[in-house]
């Protein structure tokens, strides 16, 4: 029987980016694996610093920017041979968060997104039986990935597995991984095939908005993935 795995990204990237390779095994391996992705939902006239995330990426102040990255999103999917999940929730920029510093500053107590998201995972998941669940470590402390590895534990599932979060893992020292707090410290390392690490490239390549921004262009990113053969998760 094929399992289901769900992947809960906090972003259109963070999945691929951080465990496409994974995703890409289990896919092949005939799993059913869903990559849902929380924050997606879209606002119509974005101002202030939600829009300079908007313009810094070099996209005109009317582009429908969350149009252009579910689309992406897809065609990442299709590369790893997941099926995209769009969960309609507001990025940080658009929650009263309005600065880059901000955005790594810890969850605010006024932020209420880690409820909200937890209703939306019931309600879209609470019925499924998920065997495996991907989730975000949270390394790099961005306030989305922590509010999804939080709220991501009002989800059953037979297994967990908490990725490093990449590329924020390159930026950070190596500090004691958080499952320390609960008491579990094990973790994974998955080597990748050279056909799992070519789905992952494809897939991390499809997000063509964020590579500029986050690795400076295609080529160093290309550049970057290819001296990544391995994944390591925390159970
Ligand atoms: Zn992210």
């Known amino acids: ?8 990204s906090p972003h259109l990237d963070d999945a691929a980016f951080s ?5 890409a095994r289990l896919a092949a391996g005939g799993d059913r694996v869903i ?9 119509a006239r974005p101002t202030g610093f939600a829009l300079a995330c908007q313009l810094d990426k070099g996209l005109a102040p009317d582009a429908d920017y969350m149009a252009l990255r579910r689309a992406e999103d897809e065609a990442a999917c299709a590369a790893l041979g997941a099926e995209p999940l769009h969960l309609p929730h507001l990025e940080a920029p658009h929650r009263g968060y309005e600065d880059a510093p901000s ?13 909200a998201v937890a209703e939306t995972l019931r ?3 609470g019925g499924e039986r998920i065997d495996l669940l991907l989730l975000p470590r949270g390394i790099g402390g961005h306030v989305d990935h922590e509010v999804v590895r939080r709220a991501g534990g009002v989800l059953d ?12 893992a390159d930026r950070e020292a190596p500090k004691a991984p958080f499952a320390a707090e609960d008491g579990r410290l094990l973790s994974e390392t998955v080597t990748l095939t050279p056909r799992e690490a070519d789905a992952k ?16 262009g295609a080529e160093a990113l290309r550049e970057r ?11």
């Open 1 to 8: 029987m094929s399992r289901t795995v769900l992947a809960l």
């Open 19 to 23: 465990a496409g390779g994974l995703l």
């Open 35 to 43: 990559l849902a992705t929380v924050f997606t939902g879209n606002v």
């Open 103 to 115: 955005l790594f500053g810890g969850v605010r107590t006024e932020d209420r997104e880690e409820a």
């Open 123 to 125: 309600s879209a998941f």
């Open 157 to 168: 599932a037979k297994r967990r597995l908490y990725w490093t979060d990449w590329p924020y």
């Open 201 to 216: 490239l494809a897939a991390c390549l499809a997000y063509e908005t964020q590579l500029g921004f986050q690795f400076g």
């Open 225 to 235: 993935l290819a001296g990544i053969q391995s994944e390591t998760y925390l159970a």
